[in-house]
């Protein structure tokens, strides 16, 4: 059985999708807090179990017969360091025979704070014994794509990112290579770098939005702390405000940029490109 945490959410539901599409329903365990949210994915046959990465007593009972697993990084930053354990430790008592892990682009050398708690969660994976596959995710293109219609209202991108380019991907690129790679054998020990096959600034960024919208919109490069006050202002809660602000001034520093193609390699096709993604925003 292959197993996959945090399976209501974004990412979680699209690697749900792509398993799918290739091996039995039964086969799949959907891993959730609250299994109301995946009663659509119960009901095409998937194993829909509780589990809570901050509640261990649920984990390891969810875990039972599960061969793969996929642990999704927690969203709750700050805290993902001791939630992962909790998982990494109840599939080693499970008996789990491949732990598969979303981390970061590049954690061992990124700029990113962000780094750390992944860099935790690769290091305890590591020390448990665990057979494991390392997926460092590069940037979903959403991430940018969600402020297009902000953007057009306002005729301006807001960031700090400089001329940093982003080697972006849609999140469905992503779902697709960890479903590659939970379906295929000889993976314990790797690790992938995973980013999109085309990169681009935010000034870029704001000249795809106004072409598609017809509406002029420039890029406004701020620092790093007038970024934070704006993301702050306008109704962020600070640690998502500080994180945002922290993984622009990153960018500008290469922390988002990769010219490996591995994910594309993986996936067997071109990644989406930002053109492909926005439409779904701005129309």
Excluded at 42 to 53: H, S, W
Excluded at 71 to 76: A, C, D, P
Excluded at 94 to 115: F, I, M
Excluded at 157 to 174: M, P
Aim: with cysteine.
């Amino acid at each position: 059985m292959i197993a996959v945490t945090g399976a209501s959410g974004q990412l979680g539901r699209l690697v749900i999708e792509q398993l799918l599409a290739k091996t039995e329903p039964s086969q799949l365990v959907a891993l959730v807090r609250t299994p109301e949210k995946v009663a659509d994915l119960q009901q095409k046959g998937v194993v829909v179990r509780a589990a809570d990465y901050a509640q261990p007593d649920t984990l390891l009972p969810a875990l039972q017969g599960v061969k793969k697993l996929l642990l999704i990084s927690s969203s709750e930053v700050g805290q993902r360091s001791a939630q992962h354990v909790n998982v990494i430790n109840a599939a080693k008592q499970a008996g789990v025979e491949l732990l598969a892990y979303t981390s970061l682009l590049h954690a061992d050398t990124s700029p990113l704070p962000l780094r750390f708690e992944h860099l935790d969660t690769e290091k305890a994976i590591k020390e448990s014994g665990l057979p494991a596959v390392i997926l460092r995710n590069g940037w979903y293109t959403e991430n940018y794509a969600g402020a297009a219609p902000s953007a057009f209202e306002h005729g301006a991108v807001f960031g700090c990112a400089g001329e940093g380019k982003i080697a972006s991907a849609a999140r469905a690129d992503y779902a697709a290579a960890a479903a590659v790679v939970l379906l295929s054998a000889d993976q314990a020990g790797r690790v992938y770098e995973l980013a999109g096959d085309e990169s681009y600034t935010l000034k870029d960024f704001a000249d795809e939005i106004a072409k598609q919208s017809g509406k002029a919109v420039e890029y406004k490069n701020l620092t790093q702390s007038e970024y934070f006050d704006l993301l702050k202002n306008g109704g962020l809660p600070e640690p998502i405000a500080a994180m945002l602000s922290e993984s622009d001034n990153g960018a500008a520093q290469g922390g988002l940029f990769d010219d490996s193609k591995q994910l594309s390699q993986l996936i067997g096709r071109p990644t989406t490109l930002l053109t492909e993604v926005l439409k779904g925003f701005l129309l």
